[in-house]
């Protein structure tokens, strides 16, 4: 499938400095498809987005929509001619206009018959023709944003881009109003780039994930990619929560060891032994049990409803302690000081790839004996 969105080494600089908003930025975005970019506050992902839409011009690279260049070279399309809708952080809903007229003003290309019919087709799909003699000052949050979302997506538009749509809601609006959205974009087929800094956000919406950092795509790929395999240790730290441990590479049969000891059938390792390496353990790892291997003193706890986050001191085998983040059943209490018994679910720990670029250890020599059984954390 051809991608209707394609940038190639997108660069973008801002002056005084020059800061690189954008650094070497490649990313595909297929019909379709809803993606996500993921990061925090000043790297560079909003940057990314007006690109796209032509607000700013690239200093390199090249920005194609809907298979034709838009921006590269001696190449510049202005916004209004690259078949974008985009909804913006505040909606940007003129106030004097009701919503049929903020939803028909972007269909001033068309007969103004034409362009009404449109304009209560799209409202009905998103459940707005009971409003739409109201104003925007007359509409809830949730209201205001399907609005904006209608009129972006009335002149079909090659993809919609949306900036932080959801951060103005109230929380209880905010999962259902995301849902609304996702679930009409869905309907008609529209493909949607988001931007966004809430994980839960990125990962409950999305097809893919592009996580940024510093002006830089660290890594593409599903939720579920993301979050069980990060490809960096920002990744693994950005998105949810994860314990970092250092280790090495033990044998070929994806078994890693660490001073908690030895993950054996770890995802994602694959690398020569003796390679060392980060281990990304998901807090969802743990379980507590009679039996488990890892030994330990619960430090703290924070009650979420759906589980209890336990900071947890585990003796590691060169006898000193070091500090996990937990989740463990929200069905009975626990107390400071508690001893605890945990073992690991191997799907849930990950050898972080890119990890061993930056470690600085050396390991022992690959192939000095296996894990006896009592040191395998995840189970047989």
Same mark, same amino acid.
Not at 131 to 146: I, K, N, V
């Given at each position: 499938?051809?991608?209707?969105?394609?940038?190639?080494?997108?660069?973008?600089?801002?002056?005084?400095?020059?800061?690189?908003?954008?650094?070497?930025?490649?990313?595909?975005?297929?019909?379709?498809?809803?993606?996500?970019?993921?990061?925090?506050?000043?790297?560079?992902?909003?940057?990314?987005?007006?690109?796209?839409?032509? /607000?700013?011009?690239? !200093?390199?690279?090249?920005?194609?929509?809907? *298979?034709?260049? #838009? =921006?590269?070279?001696? @190449?510049?399309?202005?916004?209004?001619?690259?078949?974008?809708?985009?909804?913006?952080?505040?909606?940007?809903?003129?106030?004097?206009?009701?919503?049929?007229?903020?939803?028909?003003?972007?269909?001033?290309?068309?007969?103004?018959?034409?362009?009404?019919?449109?304009?209560?087709?799209?409202?009905?799909?998103?459940?707005?023709?009971?409003?739409?003699?109201?104003?925007?000052?007359?509409?809830?949050?949730?209201?205001?944003?399907?609005?904006?979302?209608?009129?972006?997506?009335?002149?079909?538009?090659?993809?919609?881009?949306?900036?932080?749509?959801?951060?103005?809601?109230?929380?209880?609006?905010?999962?259902?109003?995301?849902?609304?959205?996702?679930?009409?974009?869905?309907?008609?087929?529209?493909?949607?780039? /988001?931007?966004?800094? !809430?994980?839960?956000?990125?990962?409950?919406? *999305?097809?893919? #994930? =592009?996580?940024?950092? @510093?002006?830089?795509?660290?890594?593409?790929?599903?939720?579920?990619?993301?979050?069980?395999?990060?490809?960096?240790?920002?990744?693994?730290?950005?998105?949810?929560?994860?314990?970092?441990?250092?280790?090495?590479?033990?044998?070929?049969?994806?078994?890693?060891?660490?001073?908690?000891?030895?993950?054996?059938?770890?995802?994602?390792?694959?690398?020569?032994?003796?390679?060392?390496?980060?281990?990304?353990?998901?807090?969802?790892?743990?379980?507590?049990?009679?039996?488990?291997?890892?030994?330990?003193?619960?430090?703290?706890?924070?009650?979420?409803?759906?589980?209890?986050?336990?900071?947890?001191?585990?003796?590691?085998?060169?006898?000193?302690?070091?500090?996990?983040?937990?989740?463990?059943?929200?069905?009975?209490?626990?107390?400071?000081?508690?001893?605890?018994?945990?073992?690991?679910?191997?799907?849930? =720990?990950?050898?972080? @790839?890119?990890?061993?670029?930056?470690?600085?250890?050396?390991?022992?020599?690959?192939?000095?004996?296996?894990?006896?059984?009592?040191?395998?954390?995840?189970?047989?």
């Amino acid at each position: 499938m051809n991608p209707v969105i394609s940038l190639r080494g997108v660069r973008k600089r801002f002056w005084p400095g020059p800061v690189e908003a954008v650094s070497d930025v490649s990313l595909e975005v297929r019909e379709g498809e809803i993606l996500t970019l993921l990061g925090p506050s000043g790297c560079g992902k909003t940057t990314t987005l007006r690109l796209i839409a032509g /607000f700013e011009v690239p !200093d390199e690279g090249t920005v194609e929509v809907g *298979s034709r260049v #838009v =921006a590269g070279g001696d @190449r510049w399309v202005p916004p209004e001619q690259r078949g974008v809708g985009m909804v913006f952080q505040d909606y940007a809903l003129f106030p004097h206009l009701t919503v049929e007229e903020n939803v028909l003003f972007g269909l001033n290309r068309i007969p103004r018959r034409e362009g009404r019919e449109r304009t209560r087709q799209v409202l009905k799909t998103l459940d707005l023709t009971p409003l739409l003699r109201r104003y925007p000052h007359e509409l809830s949050g949730g209201q205001q944003q399907r609005v904006a979302l209608a009129r972006a997506i009335a002149p079909e538009p090659v993809v919609v881009l949306m900036d932080e749509p959801f951060s103005n809601l109230d929380a209880h609006l905010r999962e259902s109003v995301r849902d609304e959205v996702v679930g009409t974009l869905r309907k008609a087929g529209v493909t949607c780039i /988001f931007v966004s800094h !809430d994980q839960r956000d990125a990962l409950a919406i *999305s097809d893919r #994930v =592009a996580v940024m950092n @510093r002006g830089r795509i660290e890594q593409v790929g599903t939720p579920w990619e993301i979050y069980k395999h990060p490809e960096s240790v920002f990744v693994a730290t950005f998105v949810g929560r994860t314990n970092l441990l250092q280790g090495f590479v033990k044998n070929d049969h994806g078994c890693v060891q660490t001073d908690c000891g030895a993950f054996c059938r770890v995802e994602g390792s694959g690398l020569p032994q003796g390679t060392p390496v980060m281990v990304s353990v998901r807090p969802d790892a743990f379980q507590a049990c009679d039996d488990g291997v890892l030994t330990g003193e619960i430090l703290a706890t924070k009650y979420t409803g759906a589980h209890v986050e336990a900071t947890v001191a585990i003796e590691t085998e060169n006898e000193e302690r070091t500090r996990l983040v937990v989740h463990l059943p929200a069905t009975r209490s626990y107390v400071v000081g508690e001893p605890v018994c945990l073992k690991i679910v191997s799907e849930f =720990a990950s050898v972080v @790839r890119n990890s061993c670029q930056t470690l600085g250890f050396s390991s022992p020599a690959a192939g000095e004996g296996e894990p006896a059984e009592s040191e395998v954390l995840a189970p047989k």
